[in-house]
Structure formats: C-alpha cells, structure tokens
C-alpha cells in the first residue's frame, strides 16, 4: 500500500537551462547541477510528475527576481488541472509588493505568496514584512516563509523562526507555512504549531529521510494535519522523494495526508473531500521503485 498514494507538491521552480550553478548549493543536492544545466520543458514537467503521481504543483515565480511569472501564468493555463501559481515579493518594495499580491492572486488565480529572509536579511518580525501579512490575510492566501539556516552562503540568523510568534499572534487569521525544514530549530518549530493553530510546515528541499527528527515526531502525532511534503524541484526529484516517503515509518493515512491530504486542504478547495481521493488510479505506482 506505502507505494499506491497520490502526491501534491506545493513548491516547484520553473528550471530553465543554465550554464553557472552555485556550488555551495549543487553541492547539497546529488545530480542538481545536471538537473540545472539540462533545465526541464513544460512537458518533460509534466511527464516527471506523472512518473511520480505528483497530480497537482504549485509554481513559483520572481524567485531572486526570475522574469518567470509569464513562463507559469502559461502553464497554468495550458494544465489548469495540474498547476497552481505562488509568487516571491520583497516586502521591502512596500506598496508594489502588496500591489503583486493583489494582482496575481485576483487577476491569476495564485494561491500562495512567499517571502524569503535569506534575500532581505530581515528577520519575518520586521515592520517591512506587515503590509504583506495584511494583504495575504485580507484575500485569504497563505504566505510561506523560509526557515533554518540556508543552503546559499549568507548569513542565516533572520530565518530563525521565533520571529513567527510576533506574526502568528499579530495576524491570527493569516495562514503561515515554514518551509525548508527549520533546522537547526525544528523544535522550536513544533513548540510553535502546538501554540499557533494557522501555523504550518512544509518539507520543501529535505529529502524526506532528512527531515529533522523532531517534524517527524510532531507528523507522527499531533502534527498530522499540519506537515506538509514539498520538493523545491528541480532542487529535489518527485520519484526520489516519492521512494523516501513510502519508506517512512507513517500509517497509511499519515502518509497520505503528508503526501497530498494537507496540501489538498490548503490549496485546493475544489477538490471537494481529500478523505474520497483514491488513493490508486493512472500512473498510481509509477515511479516508486525507480
């Protein structure tokens, strides 16, 4: 049964074909600087995603400022069944952050805002965020924001996640997801979804056998609801990652809602009832013993 569940991944970065990749950065992830060099088609997207039963991703776009917003908006409209949108702002540009918001949310559908300290070296406590926190509470989009120490070498104090305890309680009903694992502070990530209820997780860029331990309790248990997985393609592979997470120690409904269930509540409403997906289906299987 481990290998029959479908997937949601809520982070998936357009990878168009580069000749430089930060070594700091391909030197974390086995066979990324390929993956980046050869960059990824549209359908070559899909396909991998069909191998692994990803049925749904979530796209992002302006991530360090990449003019890929065009390049998602298309394939949302091309594969409106398989694709949603998210967008990275820099809260420091004020009024033209809140003003993407509003456009791409109203006028594009997208279902998810991020913010990322790394590239403003603000803690997610900083006056420059809020206008965003607003915006995102007013439309009723989650936000994510990245926490632990970064891949990329700059420095890593701002994405601590205690910063999120001022949010949480400042904007109850904005839904927040940490992303990127946390570590060195997943503790201090769980002793913070176990006091704020809008408060989430999502794996993006761990391989599922290195989530920190203390996520993987919290999933586990009481946390079942409240982790999701993510890949941060091209950064992660979906079969990899898809042959990791059926090799977890989870009952079969943990894994489900970790591999799809949670990110279903969250991002899709029109899939009515996650609980009646089948869990089997086309391409079911494919992918999980690569």
Same mark, same amino acid.
């Given at each position: 049964m481990a290998t029959r569940f479908p997937m949601i991944d809520p982070w998936v970065n357009p990878n168009f074909a580069v000749t430089?990749?930060?070594p700091a950065v @391909?030197?974390?992830?086995? $066979?990324? !600087?390929?993956?980046r060099r050869?960059?990824?088609?549209? +359908? /070559?997207l899909v396909d991998e995603m069909d191998e692994a039963n990803v049925r749904r991703a979530i796209l992002c776009a302006g991530y360090r400022g990449a *003019?890929?917003? +065009?390049w998602v908006a298309e394939a949302i409209q091309m594969h409106p069944d398989r694709f949603a949108g998210s967008l990275v702002? *820099?809260?420091?540009?004020? %009024? !033209?952050?809140?003003? @993407? =918001?509003e456009h791409v949310v109203r006028d594009l559908g997208f279902v998810l805002i991020r913010v990322l300290a790394l590239e403003t070296q603000l803690p997610y406590d900083h006056a420059s965020y809020f206008p965003v926190y607003a915006k995102c509470a007013e439309l009723g989009v989650p936000i994510t924001v990245n926490? $632990? =120490?970064?891949?990329?070498?700059?420095p890593g104090?701002? /994405? *601590? +996640? =205690?910063s999120l305890d001022e949010v949480c309680c400042f904007f109850p009903e904005l839904t927040v997801v940490m992303s990127h694992g946390g570590d060195p502070w997943a503790d201090v990530c769980v002793k913070l979804m176990t006091k704020w209820e809008n408060l989430h997780y999502m794996t993006s860029a761990y391989s599922p056998r290195r989530i920190p331990t203390p996520a993987v309790d919290y999933l586990r248990g009481r946390g079942r609801k409240r982790v999701m997985w993510a890949s941060d393609y091209p950064i992660l592979e979906f079969s990899r990652?898809?042959? /990791? =997470? @059926?090799? %977890? *120690?989870?009952?079969? /409904?943990t894994r489900f809602d970790f591999a799809y269930g949670n990110a279903a509540r969250m991002f899709f409403p029109d899939i009515a009832d996650v609980a009646d997906v089948a869990v089997e289906g086309p391409g079911a299987t494919a992918g999980a013993a690569r």
């Open positions: 430089e990749v930060d @391909a030197g974390l992830f086995r $066979g990324l !600087a390929e993956r050869r960059g990824t088609t549209l +359908p /070559q *003019d890929n917003l +065009p702002v *820099d809260p420091r540009t004020g %009024m !033209a952050a809140v003003r @993407a =918001i926490v $632990g =120490i970064p891949g990329p070498r700059v104090r701002v /994405q *601590d +996640p =205690i990652c898809r042959e /990791q =997470i @059926a090799a %977890m *120690d989870l009952d079969e /409904q």
